[in-house]
């Protein structure tokens, strides 16, 4: 649904700048505000500032990069420059800002472009008056304090998945965003996958009659994408690397190549493993067929998982739980399912992964939705979408609160898994477990000061 999102800063000046014509002077409206991308120049562009310049942060650069009406005009993150991203890659903030720099000086007729900030404290970035959007897509245990943080700021906010470290988190950066009504939106991108959006619309439209299960199939294991599996004890911090800042709210711990960077997915302290790391996208997009997209299960049944003894990394390689909804809805997420989402219900069945969708009849696949039915919001570009949203203020593809109770089905699923529970229940209003107070504590993480989680 629309939020009610309060203008920009850049909106508030084209609104003062066309108030004019009112009174006899000719109305300038720039193309941004009017949402075409023909180049607008860079003092009426959406001013873009990006928090964590690792392995998706630089991905999020070229997104919006890749958008003429935004301009990225500052990076910010703990490390200077250094491998031990996707496959040894070498990435941070001074790769962030000659990505940036070269890629508008293509544009320029000179050749140079000198015009985008680094900082490696995340404050002095979101305290920029001139900044419109924050990016954040550094590790999980720091999304909630930045994007708190950028909200009451007054920013709008585009923020990697799994949305939160912990339930209290997501529920705490929901609330920040509605407060202040910025424009929110998750890198949940599947949504802006056409498959996935035509496989919920024949399930949300009846296709498959009445859905009684759902199977969501995500990866297994501890893969060591940074190439530093081998390097888990502790060394000396690289020159360079602000690791007490890396480590933020986190617990105080040694540092460790295998530790940081794109393998803090396998620690506890940091991530939730594959289970939260692939949670907004397949469970995600569960949600979206079923429609309940602002609820949950009312249970978590029969988890199990693996956990191998290692040095340092502690997440499930191997895991299964059943998330169960109040009118009898089974949703299985297993890393032995098969990649990707299937709704089955009692009058067959329809899948989606990425780049594509399947069903039980090919009958179902050439069904038409008529006008008259559920057509759900389309988004063919998930950057595009989010600055599009920007300027009109209207919600996004994939907004805080849907991402919020998305991730909150891993999350439960992880507590239940970590303590042994075959049954955990869970009330979906009230956002509690139920007769757990074990369970309960798991809901939230102590924070390492002087962070806090404000609301």
Not at 105 to 119: N, P
Not at 187 to 198: A, H, L, P, T, V
Not at 206 to 227: C, E, M, N, Y
Request: charged share 25%; glycine share 10%; proline share 6%.
């Amino acid at each position: 649904m629309p939020q009610t999102v309060r203008p920009t800063r850049r909106q508030v000046l084209q609104t003062t700048a066309a108030s004019v014509g009112a009174f006899g002077v000719p109305t300038i409206i720039s193309a941004s505000a009017l949402g075409r991308d023909d180049k607008p120049a860079p003092s009426k562009r959406i001013t873009v500032g990006v928090i964590g310049t690792g392995n998706m942060g630089m991905g999020d650069i070229r997104g919006f990069l890749g958008d003429s009406r935004a301009q990225v005009v500052a990076v910010c993150d703990v490390n200077k420059e250094s491998s031990g991203y996707w496959g040894g890659a070498v990435a941070g903030r001074e790769p962030a800002k000659r990505l940036i720099e070269d890629t508008y000086a293509a544009d320029k007729k000179s050749g140079t472009y000198k015009g985008c900030d680094t900082y490696i404290d995340f404050r002095e970035l979101i305290e920029r008056k001139d900044i419109d959007v924050v990016v954040v897509s550094t590790p999980d245990h720091w999304h909630a304090i930045p994007v708190i943080a950028a909200a009451k700021a007054g920013k709008d906010i585009y923020c990697q998945k799994p949305l939160s470290l912990t339930i209290a988190e997501g529920r705490a950066m929901s609330d920040a965003v509605r407060k202040n009504k910025r424009v929110f939106q998750t890198g949940s991108q599947q949504r802006s996958d056409k498959n996935f959006r035509r496989a919920c619309e024949l399930v949300r439209n009846g296709r498959i009659g009445k859905v009684s299960t759902v199977r969501v199939g995500l990866p297994g294991g501890r893969p060591d994408f940074a190439k530093t599996g081998d390097r888990k004890k502790p060394e000396p911090v690289p020159k360079g690397f602000e690791y007490d800042l890396w480590l933020g709210p986190a617990p105080e711990a040694a540092y460790a190549p295998a530790r940081c960077h794109v393998n803090f997915r396998w620690i506890y302290d940091y991530s939730g493993g594959q289970v939260t790391d692939w949670g907004g996208h397949h469970p995600d997009c569960a949600q979206w067929g079923l429609g309940t997209e602002h609820t949950g299960p009312v249970e978590i049944r029969n988890a199990k998982a693996t956990f191998p003894p290692d040095d340092l990394w502690n997440t499930a390689t191997e895991y299964y739980f059943e998330a169960i909804y109040a009118d009898g809805v089974k949703m299985i997420i297993s890393n032995k399912e098969k990649m990707g989402v299937r709704w089955e219900g009692s009058e067959g069945w329809v899948s989606a992964d990425r780049g594509k969708h399947d069903a039980s009849d090919k009958s179902i696949l050439d069904s038409v939705i008529g006008p008259d039915e559920i057509h759900l919001y389309e988004s063919n570009n998930h950057y595009r979408n989010f600055i599009d949203c920007v300027i009109s203020r209207k919600g996004p593809i994939a907004p805080v609160e849907t991402a919020h109770r998305s991730i909150t089905i891993c999350h439960l699923g992880n507590i239940a898994m970590r303590l042994g529970r075959e049954k955990l229940k869970w009330d979906p209003v009230k956002e509690q477990i139920i007769d757990d107070a074990e369970a309960s504590k798991m809901l939230s993480r102590p924070y390492r000061g002087p962070w806090k989680l404000e609301g």
